[in-house]
T-cell receptor
Framework: DQQVKQNSPSLSVQEGRISILNCDYT??????FLWYKKYPAEGPTFLIS?????DKNEDGRFTVFLNKSAKHLSLHIVPSQPGDSAVYFC?????????????FGKGTLLTVNP | KAGVTQTPRYLIKTRGQQVTLSCSPI?????VSWYQQTPGQGLQFLFE???????NKGNFPGRFSGRQFSNSRSEMNVSTLELGDSALYLC??????????????FGEGSRLTVL
């Protein structure tokens, strides 16, 4: 049972345009949501996070939106740059006894074309 | 400041063998987590250690085990390897203090191939 889902395996965007990556979750006990970026042959790197008590968090070109009622979050990248081309993983932190583990989605490969 | 270091980076084993992977966290980080990444499956949580104690464990069979040493370095072991164990094994550490909000610092991973 996949608790964090990224339904789009890939996304292609033109440089300068907005990239929108989506993520859905099923577990209402998740209390932190994060996005990680991964380049080939490297480990994932933390990008941005949002607490379940907020609905938006912004950091430069990256904004994460959380819709708790829909159990949906999205990552917006504006403007997109070729260096943003990578696999993006959505992740959620459990609460209580599971609050030291992250549950990841399967990832979305973003390609930003020059 | 050195990042998370994993060794070996690549290894090839045959079915039935066992393997031990090593992870050195960022200096001062006391929590170490392990994740398995396979094609099409994303990252799956294996276990997490803090101060030599396992705090969380994922849904993997008992063939997967780990430990943490007093210097926070960690090892994971997979016994009786199966073809399906071929994967990238990622180690991550997290900053101490103020609770864990999910920000992990990952190593580059150990790529295991089982033949």
């Amino acid at each position: 049972d996949q608790q964090v889902k990224q339904n789009s395996p890939s996304l292609s965007v033109q440089e300068g345009r907005i990239s929108i990556l989506n993520c859905d979750y099923t577990n209402s006990m998740f209390d932190y949501f994060l996005w990680y970026k991964k380049y080939p042959a490297e480990g994932p790197t933390f990008l941005i996070s949002i607490s379940s008590i907020k609905d938006k968090n912004e950091d430069g070109r990256f904004t994460v939106f959380l819709n708790k009622s829909a159990k949906h979050l999205s990552l917006h990248i504006v403007p997109s740059q070729p260096g943003d081309s990578a696999v993006y993983f959505c992740a959620a932190r459990g609460s209580g006894g599971s609050n030291y583990k992250l549950t990841f989605g399967k990832g979305t490969l973003l390609t930003v074309n020059p | 400041k050195a990042g998370v270091t994993q060794t070996p980076r690549y290894l090839i084993k045959t079915r039935g063998q066992q393997v031990t992977l090593s992870c050195s966290p960022i200096s001062g980080h006391r929590s170490v987590s392990w994740y398995q990444q396979t094609p099409g499956q994303g990252l799956q949580f294996l276990f997490e250690y803090f101060s030599e104690t396992q705090r969380n464990k994922g849904n993997f069979p008992g063939r997967f085990s780990g430990r943490q040493f007093s210097n926070s370095r960690s090892e994971m072991n997979v016994s009786t390897l199966e073809l399906g164990d071929s994967a990238l094994y990622l180690c991550a550490s997290s900053r101490p203090g103020q609770g864990f909000t999910g920000e992990l610092f990952f190593g580059e991973g150990s790529r295991l191939t089982v033949l």
